[in-house]
């Protein structure tokens, strides 16, 4: 099993980024995807959540109405909308496979993609 985020970078308060991540390793239309961030001191949160075929989704409070989460089961990709960005959203973002509640691969967790939003 493995997750390769991308997609990160700097970007101005407002402005828009687009993360993706490549999954392998295990069937991954056969499981909900999720994308998860952790800030320094703090820890890791949910963002979002979606379903094998794409189907309902769930953002934390946070970020619902401007965060956006997608799959492309034919690519193994998961993606991550992110618009109207905040100082707040500031964070390292992951994915990570689950089913029944269970990860694909406990304890795993790719590198991550920094996400720094400021002026």
């Known amino acids: 099993v493995q997750f390769v985020e991308s997609g990160g970078g700097l970007v101005q308060p407002g402005g828009s980024l687009r993360l993706s991540c490549a999954a392998s390793g295990f069937t991954f239309s056969t499981f909900g995807m999720r994308w998860y961030r952790q800030a320094p001191g703090k820890e890791r949160e949910m963002v979002a959540s979606?379903?094998?075929?794409?189907?309902?989704?769930f953002y934390a409070n946070s970020v619902k109405g401007r965060f956006t989460i997608s799959r492309d089961n034919a690519k193994n990709t998961v993606y991550l909308q992110m618009n109207s960005l905040k100082p707040e959203d500031t964070a390292r973002y992951y994915c990570?496979?689950?089913?029944?509640?269970?990860?694909?691969?406990?304890?795993?967790w790719g590198q991550g993609t920094q996400v720094t939003v400021s002026s």
């Open positions: 990570n496979a689950l089913r029944n509640n269970g990860f694909v691969r406990p304890n795993y």
């Open positions: 979606i379903t094998t075929t794409g189907g309902p989704t």
